[in-house]
């Protein structure tokens, strides 16, 4: 059975810092790509970021780019994302996901929980 926990969220004031956190088990954790999504209240869930299997390539949504960095720990079975200049707008449901295929897709089979992210102004 395949679980994925997220933790690291919290409320932060705007321009703030907060760190993501999902461990995997269960899975072949090397051989999934892993990525981020996030949900606001009343929105659709949207991708965030995505890292590949080595960690040698990342993506980004524009509107995190040059402030979210992703990362992981193949032997810790551990994805991170690191959030930094953080804006109201980035309020959300943060949720970690695994994809077996070599791209983080729209509808990866395996998520967190979710960890709630609030950005005070």
């Known amino acids: 059975q395949v679980n994925l926990v997220d933790a690291g969220g919290g409320l932060v004031q705007a321009g703030g810092s907060l760190r993501l956190s999902c461990v995997a088990s269960?899975?072949?954790?090397?051989?999934?790509?892993m990525g981020w999504f996030r949900q606001a209240p009343g929105r659709e869930r949207n991708f965030v970021a995505s890292?590949?299997?080595?960690?040698?390539?990342?993506y980004y949504a524009d509107s995190v780019k040059g402030r979210f960095t992703i990362s992981r720990d193949n032997a810790k079975k551990t994805v991170y994302l690191q959030m930094n200049s953080l804006k109201p707008e980035d309020t959300a449901v943060y949720y970690c996901?695994?994809?077996?295929?070599?791209?983080?897709?729209?509808?990866?089979?395996?998520w967190g929980q979710g960890t709630q992210v609030t950005v005070s102004s």
């Open positions: 996901a695994a994809d077996p295929r070599t791209t983080m897709t729209h509808r990866p089979p395996y």
């Open positions: 269960g899975l072949t954790f090397s051989g999934y790509t």
């Open positions: 890292i590949t299997t080595s960690g040698r390539n990342t």
